[in-house]
């Protein structure tokens, strides 16, 4: 299998059920050339244009669960650097993988190196659901003693002074949740805080939410934390089988974004109303946002 039918089946918009298999039969070959396919799309992104992929890039989404299952560490580095790119092109990239399985991936392929994990979560120009993942993954790694908790504590409380002129952004969620994931109480009155200042949009949690699920985890309920953490580590490409990501055979629709059920049964039935709208062009339904961080989504 060349390089350029690798690249055109993990790029392609079906499952590559075949070419996974294929990396699956010689894993320690299979993990070298996706190294090197996500070292190229890493090197790319300084360069490529707005709305515009190159052929390892649009492979990346595939690439990094798949090295996140053989659990690779040397792709931790790459996918660090990877992370740190242009919010909007990394979306492009990943889709909701960065909000769905990017916590089990970072988790998965860890190579140690906390420095890189919180060079991730401080960065204001990281893209905030990046931030918040990462967050996630700290969190597991703290609470599976991976990390030393007595790194983690203070790191959290740097945070919020670091976070301070970031009101709504999402790495305050991530924030949050992390200390209610590992039971820190001491840090109630600063999580209070926050709040009060407006540091979390409400209609996504507020204060008794999190209070709730510090205690539970205080209190040692047995699902909290299993459910919290049940997509991490990542392990298995083919949990991604379902994902919207995917279309199915036959149907020439655009790659979807979001992770979903099946694809409809009689696709060309479907009728997009919004075929001719660009991703860049302004969303129809007048919100003001772009088509896609809006009802392409």
């Given at each position: 299998?060349?390089r350029?039918?690798?690249?055109?089946?993990?790029?392609?918009?079906?499952f590559?059920?075949?070419?996974?298999?294929?990396?699956?039969?010689?894993?320690?070959?299979?993990?070298?050339?996706?190294?090197?396919?996500?070292?190229?799309?890493?090197?790319?992104?300084?360069?490529?244009?707005?709305?515009?992929?190159?052929?390892?890039?649009?492979?990346?989404?595939?690439?990094v669960?798949?090295?996140?299952?053989?659990?690779?560490?040397?792709?931790?580095?790459?996918?660090?650097?990877?992370?740190?790119?242009?919010?909007?092109?990394?979306?492009?990239?990943?889709?909701?993988?960065?909000t769905?399985?990017?916590?089990?991936?970072?988790?998965?392929?860890?190579?140690?190196?906390?420095?890189?994990?919180?060079?991730?979560?401080?960065?204001?120009?990281?893209?905030?659901?990046?931030?918040?993942?990462?967050?996630d993954?700290?969190?597991?790694?703290?609470?599976?003693?991976?990390?030393?908790?007595?790194?983690?504590?203070?790191?959290?409380?740097?945070?919020?002074?670091?976070?301070?002129?970031?009101?709504?952004?999402?790495?305050?969620v991530?924030?949050?949740?992390?200390?209610?994931?590992?039971?820190?109480?001491?840090?109630?009155?600063?999580?209070?805080?926050?709040?009060?200042?407006?540091?979390?949009?409400?209609?996504?949690?507020?204060?008794?939410?999190?209070?709730?699920?510090?205690?539970?985890?205080?209190?040692?309920?047995?699902?909290?934390?299993?459910?919290?953490?049940?997509?991490?580590?990542?392990?298995?490409?083919?949990?991604?089988?379902?994902?919207?990501?995917?279309?199915?055979?036959?149907?020439?629709?655009?790659?979807?974004?979001?992770?979903?059920?099946?694809?409809?049964?009689?696709?060309?039935?479907?009728?997009?109303?919004?075929?001719?709208?660009?991703?860049?062009?302004?969303?129809?339904?007048?919100?003001?946002?772009?088509?896609?961080?809006?009802?392409?989504?």
């Amino acid at each position: 299998m060349t390089r350029d039918h690798i690249l055109d089946a993990l790029g392609a918009d079906t499952f590559p059920a075949e070419t996974l298999a294929v990396f699956r039969s010689d894993r320690e070959v299979g993990a070298a050339i996706l190294l090197d396919i996500l070292e190229s799309a890493v090197n790319d992104m300084a360069t490529v244009a707005e709305d515009e992929l190159t052929r390892s890039q649009r492979a990346t989404f595939m690439v990094v669960h798949l090295l996140a299952e053989f659990g690779d560490q040397r792709s931790f580095p790459l996918l660090a650097r990877l992370l740190h790119g242009d919010a909007e092109l990394v979306e492009d990239m990943l889709g909701d993988a960065i909000t769905e399985t990017l916590p089990g991936i970072l988790v998965s392929t860890f190579d140690g190196n906390v420095a890189l994990l919180h060079q991730l979560i401080r960065d204001d120009s990281v893209y905030e659901y990046v931030r918040s993942s990462a967050l996630d993954a700290l969190a597991y790694l703290t609470a599976k003693e991976m990390v030393p908790l007595e790194f983690t504590e203070p790191f959290l409380r740097d945070c919020f002074d670091r976070f301070q002129n970031e009101k709504l952004n999402f790495v305050w969620v991530g924030w949050v949740e992390s200390i209610s994931d590992l039971g820190l109480e001491s840090f109630v009155p600063l999580v209070e805080q926050a709040f009060n200042e407006g540091a979390i949009d409400p209609s996504i949690m507020n204060f008794y939410d999190f209070y709730d699920s510090l205690r539970n985890i205080i209190d040692g309920e047995p699902e909290a934390l299993k459910t919290r953490f049940s997509r991490i580590p990542f392990t298995n490409c083919n949990d991604l089988t379902k994902w919207a990501w995917f279309r199915s055979e036959g149907d020439s629709g655009k790659r979807a974004g979001a992770p979903g059920g099946q694809q409809p049964n009689n696709p060309k039935q479907q009728v997009n109303p919004f075929r001719n709208i660009g991703r860049n062009d302004p969303c129809p339904c007048g919100s003001g946002r772009k088509y896609k961080k809006c009802c392409l989504n």
